[in-house]
T-cell receptor, first 109, second 114 residues
Framework: KNEVEQSPQNLTAQEGEFITINCSYS?????LHWLQQHPGGGIVSLFM???GKKKHGRLIATINIQEKHSSLHITASHPRDSAVYIC???????????FGTGTLLAVQP | NAGVTQTPKFQVLKTGQSMTLQCAQD?????MSWYRQDPGMGLRLIHY???????DQGEVPNGYNVSRSTTEDFPLRLLSAAPSQTSVYFC?????????????FGPGTRLTVT
């Protein structure tokens, strides 16, 4: 079983919909990252958080340390949000990042 | 700032050939890492460095060498390419210290080994 699990693996939404992507992990962590990867493109850091909630524009990331769970929300989704969203955790034990396999999001106009 | 740059963007090698993937950053970051990304798998750490002159192995180091002679550059060498090394390679950097910082990724190098 992977140490970082994301759901869903694939998600198709209509423009304007509210989107939630989930990340569960099984190791002790010191931080969690949400990353965005456009098709054929590089990887961009969206959020780094260790507790609570962060907001940037239409994106919101939350984390529940006790439940070992994080969510990434996109409000008023737009076709330009179509990308792979990757959750990564920094292991407390090894200090290294462990990556999920990503969620492929397609937002249709 | 250019951020993290990688060259080449694409490369095709024959089995047994060697090559170096270049990575450079202009943000004076202490931490630099190399990852590979394969279909259906999360990014996996190949090698990393916490500062000039210091490198260490990650999860999948076999077949790869690194060095860190300067803060800016962190090249990845494939010693004798194998088809199993066909992948997309990402270099990343971040600030060092006890706090954990945002990761900056390069644009990636798509490598095919035939």
């Amino acid at each position: 079983k992977n140490e970082v699990e994301q759901s869903p693996q694939n998600l198709t939404a209509q423009e304007g919909e509210f989107i939630t992507i989930n990340c569960s992990y099984s190791v002790g962590i010191s931080a969690l990252h949400w990353l965005q990867q456009h098709p054929g493109g590089g990887i961009v850091s969206l959020f780094m958080l260790s507790s609570g909630k962060k907001k940037h524009g239409r994106l919101i990331a939350t984390i529940n340390i006790q439940e070992k769970h994080s969510s990434l929300h996109i409000t008023a989704s737009h076709p330009r949000d179509s990308a792979v969203y990757i959750c990564a955790v920094r292991s407390e034990a090894t200090n290294k990042l462990i990556f999920g396999t990503g969620t492929l999001l397609a937002v249709q106009p | 700032n250019a951020g993290v740059t990688q060259t080449p963007k694409f490369q095709v090698l024959k089995t047994g050939q060697s090559m170096t993937l270049q990575c450079a950053q202009d943000m004076n970051h202490e931490y630099m890492s190399w990852y590979r990304q394969d279909p259906g798998m999360g990014l996996r750490l190949i090698h990393y460095s916490v500062g000039a002159g210091i490198t260490d192995q990650g999860e999948v180091p076999n077949g790869y060498n690194v060095s860190r002679s300067t803060t800016e550059d962190f090249p990845l060498r494939l010693l004798s390419a194998a088809p199993s090394q066909t992948s997309v390679y990402f270099c990343a950097s971040s600030r060092g210290g006890r706090e954990f910082h945002e990761q900056y990724f390069g644009p990636g190098t798509r490598l095919t080994v035939t």
